[in-house]
T-cell receptor, first 113, second 112 residues
Framework: EAQVTQNPRYLITVTGKKLTVTCSQN?????MSWYRQDPGLGLRQIYY???????DKGDVPEGYKVSRKEKRNFPLILESPSPNQTSLYFC????????????FGPGTRLTVT | DQQVKQNSPSLSVQEGRISILNCDYT??????FLWYKKYPAEGPTFLIS?????DKNEDGRFTVFLNKSAKHLSLHIVPSQPGDSAVYFC???????????FGAGTILRVKS
């Protein structure tokens, strides 16, 4: 089954404790993105990747890191989480850059206290 | 500054009637527009899209209209069904790289 998986689905952590949210897709997609969803703001892009070792900032990259060492995986790293990073996070992938819809993972609910 | 705006936070429609969801944008450089549907506890799923060179695209019960001069697009669902009850996000693509800008979403409730 074609899918995007994220782990963990729920995470409660404390300020400053480094964490990683994993994302994996089995569709051989080149393009992958991370978004956060906040009430009244919709989904905002954090980082995206056009291919292995090629990443770029989205609209809200501050406080986040990403890496793309393999085509299927695109982890999101929070080196020092803060309460304002409490949010719902979605990973997405797409086949190409021109008009291809993005396939989203189920989401990761992160709470930073 | 929100470049993609969905000004109606929610919409309630009777089953069988038409649902019209609206979206406005400010950036004339957007070249592709998409609608996503999201159920609770799931990720958004792609619904329908339209290129900026077109003014209409249909897929079954779903039709998207684009008015470039007004920087406005709308999603029509006819007939509406209870299973259409979800949050609908409008998104616009900003050039190469598949960077998408999303609106805040509209909650659609279809009453049976």
């Amino acid at each position: 089954e074609a899918q995007v998986t994220q782990n963990p689905r729920y995470l409660i952590t404390v300020t400053g404790k480094k964490l990683t949210v994993t994302c994996s897709q089995n569709m051989n997609h080149e393009y992958m993105s991370w978004y956060r969803q906040d009430p009244g703001l919709g989904l905002r892009q954090i980082y995206y990747s056009m291919n292995v070792e090629v990443t770029d900032k989205g609209d809200v990259p501050e406080g986040y890191k990403v890496s793309r060492k393999e085509k299927r995986n695109f982890p999101l790293i929070l080196e020092s989480p803060s309460p304002n990073q409490t949010s719902l996070y979605f990973c997405a992938s797409s086949l190409g850059p021109t008009g291809y819809e993005q396939y989203f993972g189920p989401g990761t609910r992160l709470t930073v206290t | 500054d929100q470049q993609v705006k969905q000004n109606s936070p929610s919409l309630s429609v009777q089953e069988g009637r038409i649902s019209i969801l609206n979206c406005d944008y400010t950036n004339s450089m957007f070249d592709y527009f998409l609608w996503y549907k999201k159920y609770p506890a799931e990720g958004p799923t792609f619904l329908i899209s339209i290129s900026s060179i077109k003014d209409k695209n249909e897929d079954g019960r779903f039709t998207v209209f684009l008015n470039k001069s007004a920087k406005h697009l709308s999603l029509h669902i006819v007939p509406s069904q209870p299973g259409d009850s979800a949050v609908y996000f409008c998104a616009a693509r900003r050039g190469y790289g598949n960077k998408l800008v999303f609106g805040a979403g509209t909650i659609l409730r279809v009453k049976s």
